[in-house]
């Protein structure tokens, strides 16, 4: 009677590369989801740099960015209002003013008519 050893077995083999490639899949599938968890704590990350211009730049004026008479502003509609206010004195980089504009544009998104 032969002897069989287990290394050199061809079904150990085949289940060897099929464990291998199943474990490769894994963690391919979990690098997007990594890669999303990085940008969205960069986005808040961001959102909060962008609320600290907002307090800097205009709570001196507007205490609060909720305007009850004004249902929701698409993101065209923000670049206007931040133009405007740089008529009324407001002081703004081109960075700062697209942080704000975020900001706003973000924090009232869901009440917005149409993309901007």
């Known amino acids: 009677m032969k002897k069989k050893y287990l290394f050199t077995s061809k079904r150990f083999w085949l ?3 099929c464990v291998i490639c199943a474990i490769g899949i894994l963690l391919a599938m979990q690098s997007p989801s990594v890669v999303a968890g990085e940008k969205a704590k960069q986005k808040n990350m961001d959102r909060i740099k962008a609320y600290k211009v907002y307090q800097q730049k205009c709570m001196g004026c507007h205490d609060s960015v909720a305007n009850p008479e004004q249902p929701g502003r698409t993101r065209d509609d923000w670049h206007l209002v931040v ?5 009324y004195g407001l002081n703004l980089g081109m960075e700062e003013s697209e942080m704000i504009i975020d900001l706003l544009y973000d ?3 869901g009440l917005e008519r149409e993309a901007g």
């Open 15 to 17: 289940l060897t590369v």
């Open 83 to 87: 133009n405007v206010m740089h008529g």
């Open 107 to 109: 924090l009232r998104k």
